[in-house]
């Protein structure tokens, strides 16, 4: 589509000539005698170029006008010789630039694609922007159901404050996400979110990632270098698999988090840094403690509050809204991709489905139906095969079968906490136990 151009000048002729020369190099200009009439005209331009002295209404008055009703249109100021003290006022008062007189028509066309430039520069920052509050912030979780909304009130309660947060949950059921949730709404959203995986680093290389080393700290350190720690000094730091973290490295964390201090490998002072910690594990670690895996003065200063992600299959009532969310992130991705929707036999096997990898598995599933499926509609048979064949979960978990009364109670309270939308509380109450017993059980711990 064609860049708009407006000009305006109370010389008319001067204005139709600039006009006719754009109009030749491309652009859909327009010339105009008053800048009244360019105010009429601003929805429908891309680029205002106005002369300074102009009887009504001035350049300068134009100007603030624009401004006011469309800020991100840029303006170029036209301005005879005798007139730079205004033109100048003129770049003070937000205009891109300005033209002296006379002008070749070559000049004002560099001037018009640098606008453009910079105005289209603007808005993708703003898209950009807007992307990432949506991303970091709870308006970027999806979830309708008891479970979730219980998640976004504890975020919204915690958010402001400093307090250490523990997140637990299934591999998949968006940890991570809620991390950056809290972050986002929190007083140091503007400073960075940094987050760590535990379990992919060995010892040496994870405590140089977190606490940063000295040139020659070690073989192949050949410069000084900061920690995660100090990166995300005034933001957030997340643990990701803090359960994975070696006792020894634990040790060292402990110290950061009381004394608000790290010591970079090699170095012999410590350096005090400002970082509020999220740790988020798919394990029990007080199961971790009790095998001697995981410090229990660890557990009690990354635990101030903790957070426990319902798996997917217990929020059943958020699958066609994220099933929705995913589509349009896959089809963004793949613009080639002919699938708008599925079919009402296709949501209905994924809302039976037990999704044992949670969000993420949904993700992967609706990816891959966009970029394998022949039509707009995905079919059930399109779905992966341990979709399609799995039994669905629920009441007939234990028709016909025999099993230990063990495997019976941890299968029973599985289901019963699945029935009850993931509430470990509400299914201990229901159950006529409290919730370590509810969790011995569902650990398939017999011991009382």
Partial sequence: MPRRVVIVDDKLPMAETLADGLADRGYEARALGSGRDALAMLAETDVLVTDLRMPEIDGLSLLERAH????????????????????????????????????????????????????????????????????????????????????????????ATKVPVLITGETGTGKGAVARAIHGESVRSTARFVAVNCAALPDQLLESELFGHTKGAFTGAVADREGLFAEASGGTLLLDEIGEMSPSLQAKLLHVL???????????????????????????????????????????????????????????????????????????????????????????????????????????????????????????????????????????????????????????AKWALDRLGGHKARTATELGVDVKTLNRWLAGDDND
């Fill in 68 to 159: 006011a009703i469309a800020p991100d249109v840029p303006v170029i100021v036209m301005t005879a010789y005798g007139a730079i003290d205004s033109a100048v006022e003129s770049i003070r008062k937000g205009a891109f630039h300005y033209l002296t007189k006379p002008f070749k028509l070559d000049e004002l066309i560099v001037f018009v694609e640098r606008a453009l430039d910079d105005r289209d520069l603007r808005r993708e920052t703003v898209a950009l922007r807007k992307t990432l509050r949506e991303q970091y912030s709870v308006a970027g979780l999806i979830g309708k159901s008891a479970g979730m909304q219980e998640v976004l009130g504890v975020i919204r309660r915690i958010a």
């Fill in 258 to 412: 009381e004394s608000g201090t790290v010591r970079p490998l090699g170095a012999t002072r410590e350096v005090p840094v400002d970082v509020r910690v999220l740790a988020a594990t798919h394990r029990d670690l007080r199961a971790r403690i009790r095998d001697g895996t995981f410090r229990e003065d660890l557990l009690y200063r990354l635990d101030v509050v903790s957070i426990e992600l319902p798996a997917l299959r217990n929020r059943r009532e958020d699958i066609p809204p994220l099933i929705e969310h995913f589509l349009g992130d896959a089809r963004t991705r793949h613009p080639g991709s002919a699938v708008t929707g599925f079919s009402r036999a296709a949501l209905a096997v994924m809302l039976d489905y037990g999704w044992p990898g949670n969000i993420r598995e949904l993700a992967h599933v609706i990816e891959r139906a966009v970029l394998l499926s022949n039509g707009p509609e995905v079919q059930a048979a399109e779905l992966p095969p341990q979709i399609r064949e799995l039994p669905p979960t629920g009441d007939a978990e234990f028709a016909g079968t025999v099993m230990p009364v063990r495997d019976l109670q941890r299968r029973y």
